[in-house]
């Protein structure tokens, strides 16, 4: 399996925004279905955005109207927009196909944190 490289992490004050990247990888060549989960420390995986190869979208509650997930075709990359950030995004996130994801195959991450 082509492992997933997230990047675009860092550390932010509460209100601010970030923008992750998922990519450039030829698993966007012909995936169904794309996620950005995340893991607090001490937590198990959260989903918290999706989008399909036909561009729908869905969110978790926590994230819905703060956070944008969209993918670029011609890039092979997949983003995640975060605005509005709280300490309680503070995670490691990752983009992963959920059919991945439920075999607990996971790339590195990349840390973002929220200061208040």
């Known amino acids: 399996q082509v492992m997933l490289v997230e990047s675009g992490g860092g550390l932010v004050q509460a209100g601010g925004s970030l923008r992750l990247s998922c990519g450039p990888s030829?698993?966007?060549?012909?995936?169904?279905?794309m996620g950005w989960y995340r893991q607090a420390p001490g937590k198990q995986h959260e989903l918290v955005a999706t989008?399909?190869?036909?561009?729908?979208?869905n969110y978790s509650d926590s994230v819905k109207g703060r956070f944008t997930i969209s993918v670029d075709n011609a890039k092979k990359t997949v983003y995640l927009q975060m605005n509005s950030l709280k300490p309680e995004d503070t995670a490691v996130y990752y983009c992963?196909?959920?059919?991945?994801?439920?075999?607990?195959?996971w790339g590195q991450g990349t840390q973002v944190t929220v200061s208040s």
């Open positions: 992963n196909e959920p059919w991945v994801a439920a075999v607990g195959s």
């Open positions: 989008i399909t190869s036909g561009g729908s979208t």
């Open positions: 030829k698993r966007f060549f012909d995936f169904n279905v």
